[in-house]
Nanobody, 127 residues
Framework: QVHLVESGGGLVQAGGSLRLSCVVS????????AGWFRQVPGKEREFVAC????????YYGDSAKGRFTISRDIAKNTVYLQMNSLKPEDTGVYYC????????????????????WGQGTQVTVSS
């Protein structure tokens, strides 16, 4: 069984930064694509960013481009989301996900492509 645990959320003022972490456990190999999504009440879960197996490629949703950076530390089985220049509209619960069905260069952007999810971490950006 695979477990994902997010951390690093919190309350920050607009313009500030946060770094989210996601520790993946339960499998000894890191051949999976990873992604970050966010959700606010009453809305569908929104794609934020994803990264391929080796961390050589990444892709961002429109709201994240130029401000967020996804990365991974394979040795630590951890995926990060560095968020800069935060805006109030970035507020939401951020979820980490792993796609073990992906190929080495795949960048899955759809929630249905992911096999495992964390419980989420709340990010609140005040104006």
């Amino acid at each position: 069984q695979v477990h994902l645990v997010e951390s690093g959320g919190g309350l920050v003022q607009a313009g500030g930064s946060l770094r989210l972490s996601c520790v993946v456990s339960g499998r000894t190999f890191s051949r999976y694509a990873a992604g970050w999504f966010r959700q606010v009440p009453g809305k569908e879960r929104e794609f934020v960013a994803c990264i391929n197996w080796g961390g050589s490629s990444s892709y961002y949703g429109d709201s994240a481009k130029g401000r967020f950076t996804i990365s991974r530390d394979i040795a630590k089985n951890t995926v990060y989301l560095q968020m800069n220049s935060l805006k109030p509209e970035d507020t939401g619960v951020y979820y980490c996900a792993a796609d073990y069905s992906s190929g080495p260069f795949d960048l899955p952007k759809n929630i249905h492509e992911y096999d495992y999810w964390g419980q989420g971490t709340q990010v609140t950006v005040s104006s």
